[in-house]
């Protein structure tokens, strides 16, 4: 006998396949950004040239598995006359479906249901996976699917997953604390680390052992472009010469010591916040994890708009209400800078320029206020939850 499916779980079923449907009809009915555009030419220059000489160029900032994997669309797109854009903007579409399937297998009833299909139908999942183009909402999925391996148990499964999103974005390198501590705390963490670091290792080999130097210069060393997110925005305000230039490449000094401070503060920030949630019940790795993008984006020298999905299903988790609030402030933001770049509605391609920079950076502060706000506002409920703890018949929360 068929197992039985809650109204609940065919509401948000429902929610995610509407937004799949739709983010399909954007996808085919439009290019997208200029990103969708650099990965066509990476993928050309990898199969004409080789991917040592794709390394060559300081823009290109993309793991070897990333490569293979615009290699392989490009090569399905010419045998099979699809566009590229669609093709390469499917995947995300599919991670995203994937990500509220496990979000429901995951969350045992919390979040509920009207706030899974909230996030099932999120305006920025739509504008990022159906018209944008990148490949964040995959580097997304293997970083649910990790969390949710330390929810079964499944250290083994949590490394490999985590190593696989490191292979598609650098970035999710720092959550390994995280996931570090939660395993050491629970006597597994060896295992777990020998796997993340092998399925890395296997994903960065080429050019580890090639040509190390152009590889870590590009892949680790991206910073994002000063001045147009949070610290940064506000420093360039300044008009000073020091801060002025929107680059993230032959900074001036002055920009790279506040880039060098701000990573500083991200690592130091989510290894103490890693450290002191080691011990938090399973469920509440992912809390764990939305505390720790919350530092990174607070803290960040540049955020890319597309980054804003990273965050998104841990903040679910977190705090419904600050999910709410960020999506909207998101949403807003999105579209104005997606309606600038691709010159009004109806949106078809879109290229981000200098020029157009002062006609959207300036709503980049409502997403990084409502983090503040929102990690200001769980901080002192944390606080005050310890010193005025509850009663022993009722548990604290984590």
């Known amino acids: 006998m068929a197992p039985h499916v809650s109204r609940a779980t065919w509401i948000v079923l429902a929610a995610a396949l509407i937004a799949a449907a739709a983010k399909l009809y954007c996808a085919w009915t439009t290019f997208g950004t200029t990103d969708v555009y650099l990965f066509y030419i990476y993928g050309k220059n990898v199969i004409d040239h080789g991917l040592e000489a794709t390394y060559a160029t300081p823009l290109f900032n993309h793991t070897p598995l990333v490569a293979s994997y615009f290699t392989s669309i490009l090569a399905l797109s010419e045998a099979s006359g699809i566009p590229f854009a669609f093709l390469f903007k499917l995947p995300c579409i599919i991670a995203d479906f994937l990500v509220v399937l496990i979000l429901l297998q995951a969350g045992a009833g919390r979040p509920g249901t009207a706030w899974l299909a909230l996030f099932a139908l999120s305006p920025v999942s739509f504008m990022v996976s159906g018209y944008h183009g990148n490949i964040d909402p995959v ?65 960065w080999s080429q050019p580890l052992i090639l040509y190390p130097r152009v590889f870590i210069r590009n892949v680790f060393g991206y910073s994002g472009y000063w001045g147009e997110w949070g610290i940064t925005y506000w420093l360039r305000a ?49 809390a764990t994890i939305a505390y720790a993008w919350t530092i990174f984006f607070i803290f960040s020298p540049g955020v890319g708009v597309q980054y804003l999905v990273w965050l998104a299903p841990f903040v679910l988790f977190a705090s419904p209400y600050w999910y709410a609030a960020l999506t909207a402030a998101s949403t807003a933001y999105l579209f104005v ?56 018949g009722n548990p604290s929360p984590a």
């Open 337 to 392: 800078f997606y309606n600038v770049i691709s010159h009004g509605m109806p949106w078809h391609h879109g290229v981000s320029t200098n020029q157009l920079i002062p006609l959207w950076v300036a709503w980049t502060n409502l997403p990084w206020a409502v983090l503040i706000v929102g990690a200001a506002v769980l901080s002192w409920r944390g606080i005050r939850s310890r010193r005025h703890p509850v009663s022993r």
């Open 139 to 203: 580097m997304v999925l293997f970083l649910v699917l990790a969390a949710w391996m330390c929810v079964k148990n499944h250290h083994l499964l949590c490394g490999l997953c985590l190593g696989l999103a490191c292979n598609f974005k650098i970035i999710s390198l720092l959550l390994t604390p995280v996931f570090f501590f939660y395993w050491l705390h629970r006597g597994k963490a060896v295992r777990f680390t020998a796997v993340t670091i092998l399925t890395c290792l296997v994903g």
């Open 238 to 286: 300044t008009h000073s010469p020091r801060f002025e230039p929107v680059t993230w490449l032959n900074t001036t000094p002055s920009q790279h010591f506040v880039v060098s401070l701000l990573k500083i503060l991200v690592i130091c920030g989510i290894l103490l916040l890693a450290w002191r949630r080691r011990a938090a019940p399973d469920r509440a790795i992912f």
